[in-house]
Structure formats: C-alpha cells, structure tokens
C-alpha cells in the first residue's frame, strides 16, 4: 500500500478567502473551513517551476495561469483535438463560417453553469451575455472592466484584435456573431487559446455594484472543472472539484498546484512521493526518471521555440551586422547536449517543424567563431559588454534557462563578447523583460494554437511591442502586411506561401536567433492515469484518477452487492 503523506502547510485547516484577498485588494468574502485532508485520498500534487501573475489568462502571455491552471478554471468558445490537432466544440456547440471568413456566428450549449465559490453563487447559466462580456471587456474602452488591473490583454492586444472587429452581436439568448472588418483566417484558433476564457458577466455586474472589480482576476469564476480555493503566493494553489461541471463531474475532489520548489527540489518530491505529476523535468534527469519502476514519462513534440531576441531598438543590436555576429559565436550543438538530452531539435525557423506552414528550406545558423570575430573586429566592437535577461524558472520550451545562458555567455567571450546575465523571477518577470535598457533576452514562445499566426503576429508585429509579447521591440510594416495578406485567404496553400514569404525575412532580418523545439515532457507516480499531454500543452484534470482509488471503489460496489 503505498504510505499516507503529509505535505506540510497543504493538509492544515485553511481558509481560502483570505488567502486569496492577500492579493487582491479591496476583498472581503467570507472565508471557508474545511477538514484536512490527506492529498493522496482525495486529489493529487501537480509540481511545477513558476509563479502566478494573476488568475485571468486575457491578462497574461505566460505563468501557470496559461499552462496548466486555465484549462482546469475557465473553457473556451472552441478547444483543440490534442491528438488531430483539429478544432472541436467545447460552450459553442457548433459554428459557422460566413463572409469569405469576416463573419462568424457561434451557437452556445444550453446548460453550462458557471462554478460556486465562497465569493460567489450564480443565480442562471451561460448565456450569450458572458460571451459577449468576455470579449468587450478586452476591446471596448467603455467597458467598465477594459481598465481593471491594468487594462493589458498582450495576446489579443498583439493582434490589433479590438481593431478588427466591427462588432459583437447577440442574436439569441444562446447565439453570438462575430462580425470582422477584414477576413481572418485564424481569427477561430485564436479563440481556442487559453486567452480566450469565457466569464460570468453576472459576477462582474457584481463586483461593479460592490466597488471591487480587481477581484475578477483574482478570485476567478468560470464554468470550467474546478474552482479556486486556496492561493499562497510562491507556494501552492489549491483547486477543488465543480460538482455542476458542464462535461460530467471530475474524477478527483481536489488538485494541488505546487510552485515551491524548483530544480532538485522538485524531482526530489515526486521521488519522495511529495508530487504526483512533475511538469517540465530537466532533461538531464530522465535516466532517474526512466530508470525508477513507481514513475511514468510521457513525451510529446511541442509547439513552441526557444529563441535569443536582441534588442533591435538599442545600439548596437539594431545593427544586423552584430546581430549576426553573435549567431555565428553560439554553438547551438553544445547547446542541445547540454540542455535538451535528445529532447529537442536544432531549430531553423521560428516555426516548429510540426507547423502546416514550416518552411523545409529553412536553414540552421551556421556555427562560425572565426567569422564572428572578423564581424566585430571590421566593426570595431572588439571588447563588447552586453547585457542578458534571462527568466530564471523553467519553461515547456528550456528546462534550463539559466544553465543555456552560461553557455551562450561562455561562447561569446570566445569572441571577445563580455556578457553579463540577469536573472529575472517573479510575478513581474513580462513587464522586466521589455524593458529597453537590456540588449538581449533568452526567451520562447508556446502556442496552444495550430496556426501559424499565434507564433508570427505576437511574436514579431509592430503592435505587439506594446503588449508586451515583441521582446526584440523589432517593426517591419512591410512583415506586418504580409501577415494581413495571410488572413485574408481561406486557401491553406496560399497562406502557406505568405508564411514561407515571412520566415525569409526573419531569416535575413535576425530579430531573433531561433534555438531549439523542444518535446514536451512530463513524469507522474505510477498509479496517476487519466493525463492527457499534448502538443499544445495541458488539457483538463478533469478526468485524472488514482489507478488504487478506482480499485477501492469498485471493491466496496462489489461488497454491497
């Protein structure tokens, strides 16, 4: 039988509202007790490195709240197949297409209940109000919420997607149309993302009545397979099971979120039994991981890319010429031994391979010191000092950020570069990494999306250096309209020239040097079954369980019979 274990500060009585108002001022809802319970009864322990900037993923472009808590608190008007990487209904039951693509027109499930929690009881089901609330609140200036906790939505805001939309109507008490100013093709994925939740528009009159509305994203309600519970920032977030769950209820009552311990210390749990599921291993730990009979592993390709940006609007990065003087210095074979382990692939283009639109002439940049040196001496920057920021916790895309940015630093004293790495933590970490002092960022970029224009206009559209998504803050009009002409076609072959068109000019422009495109990987405990990892990251626990606990279950049916 495997042994009862206590996780310190998880199994004490709590109470979840004041837990969460700490970070989230002007709160007052009434606090909630409950009996400890051991986590491996009732739930289980998700371990990850990373920290939580807020509990609304409209306002974020990376944390635990893209990967993995939105896909257990909110749903969305469209998921994505993990297996055919197709388009499927999840609250609109159907769709359609009108317009040549500038119109689109969803028709909702009929009862979806959005979840109670000790901040809040509905009193109806979603409607298309909560649709239509959901989306005004990002693009309507004059919605009362648009300006709530700073007003920043960088992954719609990267889009220019307010400046597209005409308008949002409600044709019926469950039927919503989106009409467009200018078709878009991947105007449906981009409403498969995680940064597309739908919220309660009856919560939000509610807090606009109390004077409390930052508790929107703080203490969130959505209609997904559990609600918020407890949140102790930098330790744990608890979720518990929503008995009105759409879909059918969840298998376990509860899940732990575990953001307390990185590196080791996080392996060392889930060896321990501390954690049941280690999201992001270190591909340096996968021979334990393999070799241990109580652990699972499971590898998928990732949609992501890991990327060094330059700073093109500062000396001297604006310069291509330096700019490519750094790629030659970086051996990105060493990097791949040294970080990835096999688990990742040098990359070429800022696609990964995985994407319809890759383009197969893309070419890995060459590994040339000698040319590098000959760059900076012609350019009389011998003895260049450089500034690197570097995000400290690890991502799907680099299980090791920290120790790539000593390699990349030891490649480029090579050449005579001397570069100084800053490690970035914390809930601030995205507005730290565009700040335009530094020169150059390690970074990356994870789509739970298959079109290509989830990676190209966040990544690298004028408008997405104010969201915040744009770390090499590089502006090319001329790629911007490329990507616009990509939208406008329903035809894949034609878009797929466009996308071919537009990863040449980021081949000769250099805003970034693309790295690798890394597997996803995660490890559970033996007895964990029921998780699902796909390309685009972590689906619903909804249907995660205890192999021992169903055995149990249907031992005691077979008693009563």
Not at 57 to 62: I, K, M, V, W
Not at 325 to 349: P, Q
Not at 390 to 405: D, F, W
Not at 540 to 556: I, L, M, P, T
Request: hydrophobic fraction near 35%.
């Amino acid at each position: 039988m495997r042994p009862i274990l206590f996780i310190g500060t998880l199994l004490l009585t709590f109470t979840s509202a004041a837990c969460i108002a700490d970070v989230a001022p002007k709160t007052q809802a009434p606090s909630i007790t409950l009996e400890p319970t051991p986590i491996n009864q009732n739930g289980f322990v998700y371990c990850v490195d990373g920290s939580v900037n807020t509990f609304n993923p409209q306002l974020s472009s990376s944390g635990l709240i893209i990967d993995p808590l939105a896909a257990q608190l909110y749903d969305r008007l469209l998921d994505v197949d993990p297996y055919t990487y197709r388009l499927i209904p999840e609250i609109a039951a159907r769709w359609e297409t009108l317009d040549n693509g500038a119109t689109y027109r969803f028709y909702l499930r009929k009862n979806v209940s959005f979840q109670q929690t000790s901040w809040f009881t509905p009193t109806r089901k979603l409607t298309a109000d909560d649709v239509i609330f959901s989306f005004e609140r990002m693009i309507n200036p004059q919605n009362p919420f648009n300006q709530v906790n700073g007003g920043k939505y960088p992954y719609f805001d990267s889009l220019s997607f307010a400046n597209n939309i005409q308008s949002i109507k409600k044709l019926g008490q469950y039927t919503v149309e989106f009409s467009l100013k200018e078709p878009d093709a991947s105007f449906l994925w981009h409403l498969a993302t995680h940064y597309a939740p739908i919220l309660s528009a009856e919560y939000a009159q509610n807090l606009e009545k109390s004077g409390y509305q930052t508790q929107l994203d703080w203490k969130p309600v959505g209609t997904g397979p559990f609600f918020l519970d407890e949140y102790q920032p930098g330790q744990f977030v608890r979720l518990f099971r929503n008995k009105d769950y759409w879909k059918g209820q969840p298998k376990m009552q509860q899940v732990v979120i575990d953001m307390g311990a990185g590196g080791t210390g996080r392996i060392s749990k889930l060896l321990t039994g501390e954690c049941d599921v280690l999201a992001y291993p270190a591909a340096s730990q996968l021979k334990v991981l393999r070799d241990d009979p109580r652990l699972r592993l499971t590898l998928r390709s990732g949609m992501n890319i890991a990327y060094l940006a330059f700073n093109t609007s500062k000396p001297p990065l604006n310069d291509l010429k330096v700019r490519q003087a750094i790629a030659y210095a970086i051996n990105n074979e060493r990097l791949m031994e040294s970080i990835y382990y096999g688990t990742a692939e040098t990359a070429a283009s800022v696609l990964p391979r995985a994407s319809w639109a890759y383009d197969n002439r893309a070419k890995i940049t060459e590994y040339n010191p000698e040319k590098s040196k000959q760059i900076l001496k012609e350019l009389g920057l011998d003895g260049l000092k450089l500034n690197l920021w570097v995000p400290s916790a690890s991502q799907s895309y680099n299980p090791s950020p920290l120790k790539m940015a000593e390699l990349i630093q030891a490649d480029l004293a090579q050449v005579g570069i001397q570069m100084n790495i800053r490690p970035i933590e914390g809930r601030y970490q995205e507005t730290s990494m565009m700040d335009r002092t530094h020169d150059m960022t390690l970074s990356g970029w994870s789509t739970d999306s298959n079109d290509p224009d989830s990676f190209f206009r966040p990544l690298f559209s004028c408008a997405a250096i104010g969201s915040q998504t744009n770390l090499s803050h590089w502006c090319l009009p001329n790629f911007d309209d490329i990507l616009k002409k990509a939208l406008y076609s329903q035809q894949l072959a034609s878009r797929m020239d466009y996308y071919h068109e537009a990863q040449d000019i980021l081949a000769q422009e250099l805003p970034v040097l693309p790295l690798a495109n890394s597997l996803r990987m995660q490890a559970y405990r033996y007895d964990i079954k029921g998780l699902v990892l796909s390309t685009f990251g972590n689906a619903s626990f909804a249907g995660v369980y205890r192999e021992a606990e169903v055995d149990e279950q249907n031992h005691k049916k077979e008693a009563v019979k």
